[in-house]
Nanobody, 127 residues
Framework: QVQLVESGGGLVQAGDSLRLSCAAS????????MGWFRQAPGKGREFVAA????????NYADSVKDRFTISRDNDKKTVYLQMNSLKAEDTAVYYC????????????????????WGQGTQVTVSS
C-alpha cells in the first residue's frame, strides 16, 4: 500500500511549463506502476501518462504526447510529470495514482485499475 501526495500545480500562461511531483510513502513504492490522470470541470477522469515500476516503459495520451514527460525516482519514492507548452485545454485537477504490479505487467490507462490515489493538484492555464 502507498499513500500519495501531489504538489506543483498552479496558474500559468499558455506556453509555460510546470512540473508536478507525487511523493509516496510506504515500503513498496518500487513495486507500483504509477500514473497521472486529470479531471476538468464537468468531465470524467482521463488518462495522461503512466510509467512502469522501473521507469523503463512509459505511455502517454495522444493529447499530451511530445509535450509531457513522466519519470520516477524510486530512491526518493517520487513520480514526476514535466509539462511543457501548456495549453488552456490542459486545465484540470491532476491526480497521481498507483497500482501494485508484477514486473512484466503492461501499463494500464484505466483509472479503475489504480487503487491508490492522491488528493489532486490544480493546474490552470490561461490563454
Amino acid at each position: 500500500q502507498v499513500q500519495l501526495v501531489e504538489s506543483g500545480g498552479g496558474l500559468v500562461q499558455a506556453g509555460d511549463s510546470l512540473r508536478l511531483s507525487c511523493a509516496a510513502s510506504g515500503p513498496t513504492f518500487s513495486r507500483h506502476a504509477m500514473g497521472w490522470f486529470r479531471q476538468a470541470p464537468g468531465k470524467g477522469r482521463e488518462f495522461v501518462a503512466a510509467i512502469s515500476r522501473s521507469g523503463r516503459n512509459t505511455n502517454y495520451a495522444d493529447s499530451v504526447k511530445d509535450r509531457f514527460t513522466i519519470s520516477r525516482d524510486n530512491d526518493k519514492k517520487t513520480v514526476y510529470l514535466q509539462m511543457n507548452s501548456l495549453k488552456a485545454e490542459d486545465t484540470a485537477v491532476y491526480y497521481c495514482a498507483g497500482r501494485h504490479v508484477i514486473l512484466s505487467a503492461p501499463l494500464s490507462l484505466r483509472p479503475t485499475d489504480y487503487p491508490y490515489w492522491g488528493q489532486g493538484t490544480q493546474v490552470t492555464v490561461s490563454s
